[in-house]
């Protein structure tokens, strides 16, 4: 193998992408790897840094583009942190997520199973309903936006591509009364001040939106700020206070109190009604969030009488979308907040033959089992984390006839597989679905039937 040191300068062609969206050359057989260059580029590249069995490097110079490169629309593409795929055009994103389920499925796991297209958006902008904004005070004046890679510096947004309009007018509003307002704002640092985030949240039709102060203590300056909120967006339904005292990089504290309207909105998700709080987990791409869980409920092939088991069920968005094509849907949530949030969308959309059950999801499926529940599908749509390995135990013991896996992480999704695989589970093609365009995130679906 050449012995590959850094400051070297190589001319070599993109022969792939990283998980993370940076594409890789390689020196004989050491891979080098390069942000914002596409697969199929001739490029220049300096190393940047030499690790015994990769390194990083810097593009020089771009000798032949790809014809699917593009100018990263969004003028602060180089220096936020929340994109990382903008200079590939979406037929490019596609297949680059699709790569990236290839690799974890079929190189990582071993598993040599086909990979579906990935599910793509009509338009793959202005998709985000939900906001979460840092603030910070600097030079004098409020700054607003998202962090820069790697770091806790802001970069000061005006306009964000991937965020609801909705959300960007709210964001440039807000920003503004509490510079005339002058609200004290949190530092980090010194764990002083009072607003630390905004958190903007809408439903489908932006028909009714929540905005949430997040404080370092109770006090609440937000008067002046909500009436005008209120005078120039009728659609803000929803304005709550969330207090965080704590040192700590955690978002929420577990307090939120309501400042004006309900402590809640309303969305629609396949035809069913949720009440989605603050804290409440919900997708954050609507349009994509119903293509998820029709690609979910079509992989189970409901015939109306199948007893489901959906577990890490949060607010009961998968299970209670399956309410009129099964016999009894039964969610397991370890969040309390979240169970009762599900009990009450089951109560709205007068689902009675779902339930809802607090507790691990190992744990509470076991006890169901030994009750004589006999689970004919069992849904699972766990964090990025993955299932945790008690979980994935009792799953092979209750040895559901089909398994509906809904992931969030290839990387895990494969880890699990390749455990479902070995206890005699036959293992679907995979479908890449793009939940959030223009970032390197790539979720999937998979059904495993026990052979």
């Keep these: 193998?050449?012995?590959?040191?850094?400051?070297?300068?190589?001319?070599?062609?993109?022969?792939?992408?990283?998980?993370?969206?940076?594409?890789?050359?390689?020196?004989?057989?050491?891979?080098?790897?390069?942000?914002?260059?596409?697969?199929?580029?001739?490029?220049?590249?300096?190393?940047?840094?030499?690790?015994?069995?990769?390194?990083?490097?810097?593009?020089?110079?771009?000798?032949?583009?790809?014809?699917?490169?593009?100018?990263?629309?969004?003028?602060?593409?180089?220096?936020?942190?929340?994109?990382?795929?903008?200079?590939?055009?979406?037929?490019?994103?596609?297949?680059?997520?699709?790569?990236?389920?290839?690799?974890?499925?079929?190189?990582?796991?071993?598993?040599?199973?086909?990979?579906?297209?990935?599910?793509?958006?009509?338009?793959?902008?202005?998709?985000?309903?939900?906001?979460?904004?840092?603030?910070?005070?600097?030079?004098?004046?409020?700054?607003?936006?998202?962090?820069?890679?790697?770091?806790?510096?802001?970069?000061?947004?005006?306009?964000?591509?991937?965020?609801?309009?909705?959300?960007?007018?709210?964001?440039?509003?807000?920003?503004?009364?509490?510079?005339?307002?002058?609200?004290?704002?949190?530092?980090?640092?010194?764990?002083?001040?009072?607003?630390?985030?905004?958190?903007?949240?809408?439903?489908?039709?932006?028909?009714?939106?929540?905005?949430?102060?997040?404080?370092?203590?109770?006090?609440?300056?937000?008067?002046?700020?909500?009436?005008?909120?209120?005078?120039?967006?009728?659609m803000v339904t929803s304005i709550v206070q969330n207090i965080n005292p704590d040192k700590t990089n955690v978002i929420f504290g577990d307090r939120t109190n309501v400042l004006y309207g309900k402590d809640y909105i309303t969305d629609t998700l396949l035809g069913k009604k949720f009440r989605i709080r603050a804290r409440s987990f919900y997708q954050v791409n609507h349009e994509q969030t119903e293509k998820l869980y029709r690609e979910a409920l079509e992989a189970a092939d409901l015939k109306g009488d199948e007893t489901i088991i959906d577990t890490y069920c949060g607010i009961g968005t998968i299970g209670l979308s399956a309410t009129d094509r099964a016999g009894k849907i039964i969610g397991i949530e370890v969040v309390d907040s979240a169970v009762e949030d599900a009990r009450e969308n089951a109560r709205l959309n007068g689902a009675e033959n779902a339930e809802f059950h607090l507790g691990k999801s190992e744990e509470v499926m076991k006890k169901l089992v030994k009750e004589g529940v006999k689970p004919d599908v069992v849904f699972v749509d766990p964090p990025r984390k993955g299932c945790h390995p008690e979980f994935l135990e009792a799953l092979a013991e209750v040895r559901p006839e089909k398994i509906i896996y809904v992931s969030c992480n290839p990387s895990t999704l494969q880890r699990d597989l390749k455990y479902m695989g070995e206890q005699g589970y036959d293992i679907s093609p995979v479908t890449p679905v793009d939940m959030f365009p223009q970032t390197n995130h790539v979720e999937g679906v998979v059904a495993l039937e026990l052979m």
Excluded: W
């Design 1 to 234: 193998m050449t012995a590959v040191t850094k400051n070297e300068y190589y001319t070599r062609t993109v022969t792939d992408y990283t998980h993370e969206g940076m594409g890789v050359v390689k020196v004989d057989h050491y891979p080098i790897f390069i942000p914002d260059v596409l697969v199929g580029e001739e490029i220049e590249v300096k190393v940047i840094k030499a690790n015994k069995k990769f390194g990083f490097g810097r593009v020089e110079r771009t000798i032949r583009p790809s014809a699917n490169r593009i100018d990263p629309p969004c003028p602060y593409y180089y220096q936020c942190g929340g994109c990382q795929i903008q200079t590939l055009d979406y037929a490019e994103q596609l297949a680059f997520k699709k790569g990236t389920m290839d690799k974890s499925i079929n190189r990582m796991a071993r598993l040599d199973k086909e990979i579906n297209p990935a599910v793509g958006m009509d338009e793959a902008m202005h998709y985000r309903n939900k906001s979460q904004i840092p603030v910070k005070f600097n030079n004098g004046r409020v700054e607003m936006g998202f962090y820069k890679p790697r770091s806790h510096d802001i970069v000061d947004i005006e306009h964000c591509l991937i965020q609801k309009e909705i959300h960007n007018d709210l964001m440039v509003f807000i920003k503004e009364l509490l510079n005339k307002e002058k609200v004290s704002i949190y530092d980090e640092a010194m764990h002083q001040g009072l607003l630390r985030h905004v958190i903007i949240r809408s439903n489908h039709d932006d028909s009714e939106v929540q905005v949430a102060f997040v404080t370092n203590g109770k006090k609440n300056v937000f008067t002046g700020i909500i009436n005008a909120i209120i005078e120039s967006f009728p």
